[in-house]
């Protein structure tokens, strides 16, 4: 079974940080690309950050420069380094990996199951 979990979400003032992390669990062969997506209230979930193996981070563009994706390989995670936070920034961020279970086995896609990050005075 695999599993990916997130924590680090919260609530803090703009202009404050936090960050997330995921955790990668199971019986993984490879994991392909890592990294996040978020949705806000009424808008359709976006694309934050990912990032391929062997690869540099991509961010969406609302976010470059404020946020930091870095990942452990290693151990099957990821990590999202939030700064100078807005209150646009408000959303559910859910962990998102394409990954395999086997070398010759199709890559499928697994989901976090989201962790709340609130911006607000």
Known sequence: QVQ???????????????RLSC????????INRMGWYRQAPGKQRELVAMQAIGGSP????????RFTNS??????????????LRPEDTAI???Y???????LAPDFVQWGRGT??????
């Open 4 to 18: 990916l979990v997130e924590s680090g979400g919260g609530e803090v003032q703009p202009g404050g940080s936090l």
């Open 23 to 30: 955790a990668a669990s199971g019986n993984i062969f490879s």
């Open 58 to 65: 991509n961010y969406t563009d609302s976010v470059k420069g």
């Open 71 to 84: 990942r452990d390989i290693s151990q099957n995670m990821v990590y999202l380094q939030m700064d100078n």
């Open 93 to 95: 961020y859910y962990c």
């Open 97 to 103: 990996a394409e990954l395999r279970l086997a070398r």
């Open 116 to 121: 709340q990050v609130t911006v607000s005075s």
